[in-house]
């Protein structure tokens, strides 16, 4: 008897457990009327009664996460990070909606995809004013243009995941986003599933020695690989000009690594977007092509590329100041900078020659730029991006080291 009593008085709901369900009913109320108030305007949320709110709760979705598909060996601490990843880009992720209104996507792909895509299904006559508000919720519908926006912008963050935790040097990462809510109204569980796909090495023989290296590609979702023709990187091979595959020396992704200071999967993964492009900008310079490597659109250095056979090969990463560069050329013609001295003085590398701010000095400022390197100036922006923290420098200290050049010494006279 004192036992039944017990398991009667154990199924007795929790008072702290109800009162934090009634807490996140009450806040999921408060977002739908933040939506309905940022989408249509004051005074339709009031439309919608409680009972309506009530349905909408109790069938929202679960919340988005990222998971390993079925089947994959991708290992779980990849998708520990990559739903940090996720949720950091969500954090501070908005959308302009049709009436200039901005919203945060992480309300829109949450309680927003659960009262646009009820009202989606719902008949006209399911609740008074029912065909009222979908008449109103209409631009943002399933098959809007509003939707196909958020499911564009749903699609190039959850690639940007991928992007930065895929490295050419092990494997390249891809994401089913099918059966998240926001392409799947039915949806029961939300989730963006990963895979894991290893990048195939190889070795090429080239003037008698065995090259590391990699066939150019991405999975996008499949694996896509360029082809260039020769004649786009100005190589000059008469009839023979057929687009050929392009192929990665490890040796240049671990300059890349060495001279950026970057998170690999997005040097690696603009890598093969430049070969894509109808137009390659480049430099051409007797054997070998120098290609623009740009992020977004400021150049930082160039991707060596030489032809051998039916393969074009990017053998190297030089970065913007390095000797072999247009750009090293000048710094070295006006200011006689030589490879030892911008290794001396850390300016042969992204990371360090930021922690000089040049930006902020006139006298550097005006030496780098008519060398050409002024797309260098205004980098501060890709330094979330770098791998390894570095301590700030002193520019005075390269005017010092400077002092004697025949460029800071032609301006003294021009003073004078």
């Known amino acids: 008897m004192s036992k039944q009593k017990k398991k009667r008085g154990s199924s007795t709901a929790n008072p702290d457990a109800v009162k934090q369900a009634l807490m996140h009913q009450k806040r999921f109320v408060e977002r739908i009327e933040t939506l309905c108030n940022a989408l249509v305007g004051q005074g339709y949320f009031e439309k919608i009664p409680e009972r309506i709110l009530a349905q909408m709760y109790t069938s929202r979705y679960p919340a988005l996460k990222i998971k ?83 499911q564009e912008m749903l699609g190039i963050m959850v690639q940007d995941v991928n992007v930065f935790l895929s490295d050419l040097n092990k494997s390249v990462l891809t994401a089913d986003i099918s059966e998240t809510a926001c392409f799947n109204i039915s949806s029961k569980h939300n989730d963006i599933y990963l895979d894991e796909f290893k990048t195939d090495k190889t070795s090429i023989v080239i003037n008698d020695n065995s090259r590391s290296m990699f066939r150019l590609g991405w999975l996008v979702p499949d694996w896509e690989y360029p082809k260039v023709k020769p004649s786009a990187l100005g190589f000059d091979v008469a009839g023979l000009d057929v687009p050929l595959d392009i192929y990665i020396q490890k040796h240049a992704l671990d300059r890349m690594q060495e001279r950026l200071d970057m998170v690999p999967g997005l040097m690696h993964y603009k890598t093969f977007l430049i070969f894509t492009e109808p137009e390659i900008k480049h430099y051409k310079d007797k054997n070998r092509s120098l290609v623009e490597f740009c992020l977004p659109d400021k150049k930082l250095g160039y991707l060596q590329v030489e032809l051998h056979g039916n393969r074009l090969i990017i053998h190297t990463f030089l970065f913007l ?96």
Request: glycine share 6%.
């Open 68 to 150: 390993a598909n079925p089947g994959s060996d991708i290992s779980k601490s990849t998708v520990v990070k990559a739903n940090k990843l996720l949720n950091a880009f969500l954090e501070d992720q908005y959308i302009t909606i049709t009436n200039g209104e901005r919203i945060l996507l992480s309300l829109l792909l949450s309680e927003g995809l659960v009262l646009i895509n009820f009202l989606h299904v719902v008949p006209a006559n399911y609740f008074p004013n029912a065909a009222l508000l979908k008449e109103e919720f209409k631009d943002y519908l399933p098959d809007s243009e509003g939707y196909l926006s958020l």
């Open 321 to 416: 100041t390095n000797n072999g560069t247009p750009e090293g050329m000048k710094l070295e013609k006006l200011a006689g900078l030589q490879k030892a001295d911008k290794m001396y003085l850390e300016i042969d590398k992204l990371s360090t020659f930021n922690s000089y701010h040049v930006d902020k000095n006139e006298q550097l400022k005006d030496l780098f730029i008519k060398a050409g390197c002024g797309s260098l100036l205004d980098l501060a922006h890709l330094q979330e991006f770098s791998v390894n923290e570095v301590k700030d420098k002193d520019p005075e200290s390269i005017l010092k080291y400077l002092a004697d050049s025949k460029y800071f010494r032609s301006k003294e006279t021009l003073e004078v």
